[in-house]
């Protein structure tokens, strides 16, 4: 089993900036993608930001030059870090974390824009 626990969210005026945190812990054996998912009210959850083991990153274009995702492999951490925030990056955001096939997702950290 393998648990992840997010932290870092809050409430952040538009253009500025807040980091999310993510740590791996249980049995944990080679992760291969970590990333962050988002899920605003009355939308699906979407692919916000993803690394592989690897280092090789992918981005949602909407936060494309704003976030940036980096990841500590011998601590089983991924962060992101949020720059130039605005109102519609208002949403919960999970942490993911894919490994023997298996998709493993935290609890959900709060990230709210607003003035």
């Known amino acids: 089993q393998v648990q992840l626990v997010e932290s870092g969210g809050g409430l952040v005026q538009p253009g500025g900036s807040l980091r999310l945190s993510c740590a791996a812990s249980g049995n944990i054996f080679s992760i291969n993608d970590m990333g962050w998912y988002r899920q605003a009210p009355g939308k699906q959850r979407e692919l916000v930001a993803a690394i592989t083991s690897r280092g090789s990153t992918n981005y949602a274009d909407s936060v494309k030059g704003r976030f940036t995702i980096s990841r500590d492999n011998a601590k089983n951490t991924v962060d992101l870090q949020m720059n130039s925030l605005k109102p519609e990056d208002t949403a919960v955001y999970y942490c993911?974390?894919?490994?023997?096939?298996?998709?493993?997702w935290g609890q959900g950290t709060q990230v709210t824009v607003s003035s």
């Open positions: 993911h974390a894919h490994m023997r096939s298996i998709d493993y």
